[in-house]
T-cell receptor, first 117, second 116 residues
Framework: AQKITQTQPGMFVQEKEAVTLDCTYD???????LFWYKQPSSGEMIFLIY??????QNATEGRYSLNFQKARKSANLVISASQLGDSAMYFC??????????????FGTGTRLQVTL | GAVVSQHPSWVICKSGTSVKIECRSL??????MFWYRQFPKQSLMLMAT?????????EQGVEKDKFLINHASLTLSTLTVTSAHPEDSSFYIC????????????FGNGTRLTVT
């Protein structure tokens, strides 16, 4: 079984500042993938970043970086230089990479980020 | 990038009627698609896994006779909410995955269903 925990229901950050959204996970799969998605108020799910459990380096994609600490089972998303358009719901998700659990994503409860002036 | 198109984006229907939602992968083939349901201010809950050419796999607690899924081709999956009731009102969103173990799921824009 897999479980994703996002303990921050809501976060505020000032424009141009950096913000960290927390995500911890639990899984029995030896290899797994971790994902972050952004959901604006319009509803679509936008893929942001991916981290594989065996990746040696933390993933980065533009202003997004993933602080992956495998021993602590955490995969926090860091957004640098926040912009007003970053205001949205953010979901952490994971899936096992073994047959049978592959592809099926398990989502956390989400964190609502509000970027202020 | 991979594009998943979902239609309609919103629908209002009367109790007792059926509603069909389409999910298409526009620029890639998807042997597997997923249907999620999202209640307001909540996370996405997987309803079923749609497999091309075979029966869908439903999650526990999801009525397969209520939520009919058909994956007729490598680019199209449909979800039909049969005999809809107000409690079926929700946001339904589909997703598809490209080949590759580390490929992300790409989501449609979702369908907001309101049953009156």
């Amino acid at each position: 079984a897999q479980k994703i925990t996002q303990t921050q229901p809501g976060m505020f950050v000032q424009e141009k500042e950096a913000v960290t959204l927390d995500c911890t996970y639990d899984t029995s799969d030896p290899s797994y993938g971790l994902f972050w998605y952004k959901q604006p108020s319009s509803g679509e799910m936008i893929f942001l970043i991916y981290q594989g459990s065996y990746d040696q380096q933390n993933a980065t994609e533009g202003r997004y970086s993933l602080n992956f600490q495998k021993a602590r089972k955490s995969a926090n998303l860091v957004i640098s230089a926040s912009q007003l358009g970053d205001s949205a719901m953010y979901f952490c998700a994971m899936r096992g990479l073994n047959t049978g659990t592959a592809s099926k994503l398990t989502f956390g409860t989400g964190t609502r980020l509000q970027v202020t002036l | 990038g991979a594009v998943v198109s979902q239609h309609p984006s919103w629908v209002i229907c009367k109790s007792g009627t059926s509603v069909k939602i389409e999910c298409r992968s526009l620029d890639f083939q998807a042997t597997t698609m997923f249907w999620y349901r999202q209640f307001p201010k909540q996370s996405l809950m997987l309803m079923a896994t749609s497999n091309e050419g075979s029966k869908a796999t439903y999650e526990q607690g999801v009525e397969k006779d209520k939520f009919l899924i058909n994956h007729a081709s490598l680019t199209l999956s449909t979800l039909t909410v049969t005999s809809a009731h107000p409690e079926d009102s929700s946001f339904y969103i589909c997703s598809a995955q490209m080949a590759g173990y580390n490929s992300p799921l790409h989501f449609g824009n979702g369908t907001r269903l309101t049953v009156t």
